[in-house]
């Protein structure tokens, strides 16, 4: 009992990690500051980003959150002398997602929901990425699938949090190409070889942020727009994934092609 309980982080530093993540967030409905905008104009060309204290906050928690997994993963047994860079990609960018619908939600129980649900991610991916680090874990294999689709359902949150918020094409663009790469590196990374497939990764995140400039104009709702992307990550990455286990072509992309498929057929139909 004692070996598996050394598979699971300290309870004290998940509590102090999660609760200083959660305060710089409740600072941003306690303390009002004035927001501004930075401008470019140029000939034909008028750049405008609104800056507020949300925007501050959120990069803050995220930087937070990395420092504090680096923290709290350097006490796992088996780490040793390994990097631990891989176990904090996915909870700083759930940190960030989880701040940008945070930020749109309107103060009371929407913003509360929110707030706990957020919560509740962070305690998952924290828990998630430390059991990972030993393969040979009891638990390995449950967080490793856990962390999958956690992975999907932050970039789909944070698609259909871009579009609600109505995100110009020189923000959402780079932000789900980001996004997209950085999440689809993590799960190919997951695979248990160690690889880190960064030509699949900037492909993909290419992808996904050309299909969604390419439908930033049309007229969708937010979780259309979601699934719109989130569609073609998830196929994209299955697709990787099984020619790395040299399944052939032809029989490897007929998955993705399905998932794509009933992705954007669900777009139609909602």
Not at 19 to 38: E, G
Request: glycine share 8%; charged share 10%.
């Amino acid at each position: 009992m004692q070996e598996n309980r050394s598979y699971l982080p300290s309870a004290d530093r998940i509590g102090v990690l999660v609760a200083s993540v959660l305060l710089a967030f409740a600072l941003t409905r306690i303390i009002q500051a004035p927001s501004f905008t930075i401008t470019l104009e140029l000939p034909g060309f008028y750049f405008a980003l609104p800056l507020t204290l949300g925007t501050f906050i959120t990069i803050l928690a995220a930087a937070l959150t990395a420092a504090g997994m680096d923290w709290l993963t350097r006490f796992h047994p088996a780490l040793g002398k390994k990097t631990n860079i891989e176990h904090l990609m996915l909870p700083t960018i759930t940190t960030f997602v989880v701040g940008a619908p945070l930020s749109l939600l309107p103060n009371g129980t929407a913003w509360w929901t929110g707030f706990a649900f957020g919560a509740l991610l962070l305690v998952i991916v924290f828990l998630a990425e430390y059991i990972t680090i030993d393969p040979s874990a009891p638990s390995y294999a449950p967080a490793r699938a856990g962390l999958t689709a956690l992975s999907y359902a932050l970039f789909l949150i944070l698609a259909t949090s871009l579009r609600f918020s109505g995100a110009r094409m020189f923000v959402l663009t780079p932000a789900v190409f980001l996004v997209a790469a950085l999440i689809s590196l993590r799960i190919l990374h997951l695979d248990g070889t160690d690889r880190w497939d960064f030509p699949w990764a900037i492909g993909i995140g290419i992808i996904c942020a050309q299909i969604g400039a390419g439908l930033h104009y049309w007229p969708l709702t937010p979780i259309q727009f979601g699934l719109a992307l989130t569609g073609p990550l998830y196929a994209l990455t299955l697709l990787s994934v099984s020619i790395a286990e040299d399944i052939p072509l032809r029989r490897a992309a007929v998955g993705p092609i399905i998932i794509i498929g009933l992705a954007w057929a669900a777009v139609l139909f909602l």
